[in-house]
């Protein structure tokens, strides 16, 4: 198959570029060149903020187009000026306007009600993200099926493994394997509902999607656990002695502790109950046409491998010295 990528240099692009080329499909990525392309990759340069961003693809006929773009401008160009018979566009669980299991409705499915799309090209902040993906979805559907083709919209959940530059899941192996004192810090919160997709799964599925032209909206996340068990197996992996210490979720805000990612932060876990649930998805459908995920502590060993390489500041967690200040004032009883 002759597959564009639309992307392709960073994390979730980067492993089904890598995945792509691995099946023996001919891979061309444009990209704006911040970041080498796996190997093997055909890689052109350009920019889809430019007005002829694409012009080095275009007049092309692709098997397969793979995007994961955010913003609505720049789906809509492309599904206008790109040939193409089938397009894999990844939006994300936060197109769902009640995001994660509500009173006896379960985790969201496809057919879950969507939020409002975004009215402009841009999405110009994070608070659009939702609204952004459900207008790239809906300008995905309606260009492909004018021409004829199909389309595979991935809506995926949370993404973890090696290359996560984010450090939402890599941030506790590595705790575990270099501690700053005899435990480590987590929130006192052992059944809040985490749901990883090993980026290495995904990219593998989306390569199917793409070889078998999959047609419509699927829900692709990790299976849910309890943060104890993400705990106890990021321990399990790190080899190390040292013991989880449950920190009481209020005490955590008043030490100024972050939940999710970010600065200062104890990752995964979200402090908002209405968004307790959020990563959790119905992923029946993904899984009847062939999604698998990797047991956790495949994902946690191999992430802690790629923490143990990385050459970036980790984006999430507490510091040495951020987690022994708040260590010394929970022991002083203050």
């Not at 080095?56 to 098997?63: A, E, L, S």
């Amino acid at each position: 198959m002759r597959i564009l990528l639309l992307g392709g240099t960073a994390f979730l692009s980067r492993a089904t570029a890598t995945e792509a080329v691995r099946r023996g499909h001919d891979v061309t990525c444009l990209a704006r060149g911040t970041a080498p392309t796996p190997e093997g990759v055909t890689f052109v340069r350009g920019d889809r903020d430019a007005d002829e961003g694409l012009a080095p693809v275009r007049g092309r006929q692709w098997d397969a187009v793979i995007d994961v773009s955010r913003q609505p401008g720049q789906v809509r160009r492309a599904v206008a000026e790109l040939d193409t018979a089938h397009w894999v566009f990844v939006s994300t669980a936060n197109v769902y306007a009640t995001p994660g299991p509500g009173g006896t409705s379960g985790p969201p499915t496809e057919s879950t009600d969507l939020l409002e799309p975004l009215a402009g090209e841009v999405m110009a902040s994070m608070e659009d993200y939702g609204p952004a993906k459900v207008a790239c979805e809906q300008a995905v559907v309606e260009g492909m099926t004018a021409r004829g083709g199909t389309s595979t919209l991935v809506r995926a959940g949370l993404i973890g493994g090696p290359g996560d530059t984010s450090g939402r899941l890599g941030y506790w192996p590595w705790r575990f394997a270099h501690p700053s004192g005899p435990d480590v810090l987590v929130p006192d919160d052992p059944d809040f509902p985490v749901a990883v997709i090993d980026v290495r799964d995904l990219a593998s599925w989306m390569a199917d999607a793409a070889e078998q032209r999959l047609d419509g909206a699927f829900n692709a996340a990790g299976p849910m656990v309890p943060l104890a068990e993400v705990v106890e197996a990021a321990r399990e992996v790190a080899g190390e002695a040292v013991v989880p210490r449950p920190v009481p979720v209020a005490r955590l805000a008043e030490l100024g502790v972050n939940p999710w990612m970010g600065p200062r932060s104890l990752p995964l876990w979200i402090d908002d109950p209405s968004l307790r649930s959020f990563a959790v998805l119905d992923t029946t459908r993904a899984r009847g046409a062939g999604l698998h995920t990797r047991p956790l502590v495949e994902t946690l060993r191999d992430t802690l491998a790629w923490e143990e390489t990385r050459t970036t500041p980790r984006g999430a967690g507490l510091t040495d010295s951020e987690e022994q200040e708040i260590r010394a004032t929970l022991d002083a009883g203050q």
